[in-house]
Structure formats: structure tokens, C-alpha cells
């Protein structure tokens, strides 16, 4: 595996130019597309997190129907600290319906005395225990820490709910999403030309450049056009609602598409055992390599090292596999 | 009393807006299920089904050295940035993906070697040197990520001093 080292040296580069509370900003360098895109997708979609997905109603008497509130509860966002590694899925717990390690209890109830009275997330309350101090708190970004508002209620109404908050992935719906928005942004100057401007007189006048711009230069128009030009430098904006710091989103997408690969690689050194495709190729390695053996390396460099060999030596018989002794023969494609 | 009028009403709204509907447009011949049957669970597009395995890999018998690998419950996330450092891995002469359809959570990957490593060991080499680059970045952006904290406090000491 030494090739992937003259490859890309380094690996990637990263430049972090604004961190705010819920905001990070970021420059992702020697990178190609298909691996930035893989980060702001995964970001979006796959990065668990905390919301109410059952709602329990004692009662309510206001004006908005069940259906309506618990829809509106749902997007509420909740802390989420450290919900990838603390919580369960419900679906994969142990336990019969719910527990502390896959679910967080609310409660909310409200009656209005006088007047008109607004429920705020604020008035969630995590009954029962959870897995850490923090997790399933609404998230309050207002001075008032009153967070967003539930609903309205005229005198004598009342609501009283008892709110669960499961773990789940945008993937399954976008109330569990961790981000407003990912802003991302490749060759400012269009200098790869990935983007064909329309125009009236003169596409450089009508389009001004985004600020990004002043972060790499734009080509000499005299120059030619070169044609195997990759984008290999990528603007990152990413923008939390508040359930997760903007650093742990990133690691945790990191972490997401890590195991997408470690699954790959697991399920494609480890099928031999099933007997699947492959026949006595995969004979070749059962032994040498123990499906379960494979974990997601957390220091990388120094897990590889020790992996890479086992595989070499499992793998450095493939040449009489069937992929080498086809008919076409193994020697005509020896290079 | 007061609730019997009301229901009476109810039943006669319903009646008359039944009976415009006949007039107005088709009459659906059976009520609706609360629940329409039709509609997938959400699981579907992210568990594996019982049974169901992660990679199906199917060697392409036309052609030495090549398979196709049939992942399921992924999308583009995984098999664009496979793909992409599949071309750049040695001994690989092709490698494409395709989603064969939007509703089905299930990309296909095609590989072709020169025959020293088989298209599974591409994959399994792509897929760990991309965890070594996520590992790289991850701690590259934990170091800078902190500097820039670091950098943005000393800044706001400072503009607490001046002020």
C-alpha cells in the first residue's frame, strides 16, 4: 500500500477560518471532489442526533390537534452531546419498548391562567434519568433562553404531553438533521470552468466573485486552458442548529464514513466464511483474515501497518484465484 | 340536547358534500386506509433487510480481472468517493458506479484490474487508504480547529484590555 503514500504525502489540509459558537468555517485542501462531497453529504444526512419521535398526549385542549403539535415538537432541536457514542438506537436496544440508553423522557405541560399564553421549548422538561447531563435539552439561541415556540393557548386551555426523543439520522427524516445548512463552494474563480455563466454582455461583470475568491488566485486569461485541471480545494461553511457543536459534526461525519469503508472492507475480506461469490478465492482467505478482527482504526497509521500484512500474505497467492486463471490466462495480463 | 343537533349536522354536511362529489368528479369506490398501505417504511431505504447482505459481488465473466459490486442500503456518499480513489489505485484500469435507480437505495460498482490484485483487493486497498485520509483529517481539523479557538480568545482578551 506504499503507492497511496506517493499519492498524497500529506493527506488533507485543512484551514479553519471562523469558528463561532454554531458556525465553522473552513478551507478543505489536497482533497479531490468525490471526497469533499462525500464529507458535506454525509454531514447532511448521516450524522446522528437527538429529536422527540413519540409523543404521549394527556391532554389538549388548544386550538392545534394532536397531530400538529407532535409534528411541531419534533423539530425542536435537542441537545445532542454526545449522542453517537452514548446512545442506542432504539431499534438495535436490548430493551423491550424504551430505556435511558436509547431514549430521553420529556414532559410538557401547560395551562393558561389569564390572557394568552406561549408555550416555548423551554418548557420541555427531561423527566426520569439519561445517559449524560447534557443530552436531550432543548436548545435555546435566544437572550431569553426561551427557545422556539410550540403554540399559543387562550385561557383555561391546556396541554400535557409526555415527549420521547429518540436517536436517528437525517437519512430518515430531516428533523434529526444537525445542520441549517453546509455551505460549500470549489474554485471561486471558475478557473476549471465547471460553471457556464449566462450572461448579457460580459459574464465577468455580471457575476462577481464570492469572497472565497481571495483565497486562490484566478487563471491568466493568456494562459490556455488546462484541461486535466482537478478542484482540489474546497470552501466549507458549516452551520449547526445548536444540538451539536460545528466541530463534532465534522468528526462525527468523519467517523460516519469511516465505517461506511470499514464495513466495505470487513464485508469483502470476511464473506469467505458465508460461502459466498468468489468460491475458492475467498478459500484463499479464510483463516488469514477473521472478519470480526477488523475495527475502524482509530490512530490509523499504526493499525495499518499490522493489518496490511496479514492481508499481503493471504492475498499474494491470488494469482492462481479464479479472477487470474481465467481462460484469457494469467500470463498475457502480467504486467 | 345541545350535542344532537350538532351531530345530525355533521352527518348531513357529509351527506351533501358526498352527494356534490358525485356530481363533481369520480366517487372513490372504497374508503381510503388511515394508513395508505402503499407508502415504504423509512427503514427500508437505511436497514438492510433480514437476509439481505451488505455487498453482493458478482464477477464479470466477460472480461479477466473484473465484478461487479452490488452495495446495498448506500448511495451516492460511498460510491462516488470509491470510486474516485479506485482510479487513482494502482493495477486499477476501471471503476464506475451507478445508482440504477433514485428510489432504490443501492449503488453498483464496477471494477476492472490488470490482474495482479483482483477488483475485491482495489476496493478493500481504496476503502482503507480513504480511512487512513479521514484519519488525517480528522486530526487536522481537531489541531486547527483548536488554534483558531485558541487565536480567537487571545483576541477578545485583548480587545477587553484595549477597552
Known sequence: MDYEMDLEPTGPQVTVREAEPYRVDFRLTAVDLAFA????????????TLALDLIEIESN?????????????GMIPLNSYNCDQDLDYTRDCDCEDHCVRCSVTLSLHARCGSGIMSVYARDLIVVGERINDKIGDPVTTDPENKGPLICKLRKGQEIKMTCLAKKGTAKEHAKWAPTAAVGFEYDPNNNLRHVDYWYEQDAAKEWPVSENAAWEPAANPDQPFDYDAEPNCFYFDVESIGNLEPDMIIQQGIVSLQRKLATTVSVLLGEGEDGHAGGAEDAEMMGANDPDAYEPPEGIDGNMTAYGNGAASAWGASAQTPYGATPYGQSSYGF | ?????????????IARERAGRIGSGPHPRHPRPAVPDDVPDVYEAILLAPGESKIDVEVDTRLPSAAIFTFHKEDHTLGNMLRHRLLKTAHVIFAAYRVPHPLTPEFQLRIQTDGDITPRQAVVNASEALIKDLGILSREFTKEYELRKAANAANQQQQNIAE
Request: proline share 11%; net charge positive.
Open chain 1, 37 to 48: 462531497n462525500s464529507l458535506r453529504r454525509t454531514i447532511l444526512a448521516e450524522v446522528p
Open chain 1, 61 to 73: 385542549t388548544s386550538v392545534l390537534p394532536d397531530e400538529f403539535l407532535a409534528h411541531r415538537l
Open chain 2, 1 to 13: 340536547m345541545p350535542q344532537r343537533p350538532a351531530i345530525i349536522t355533521a352527518t348531513a354536511a
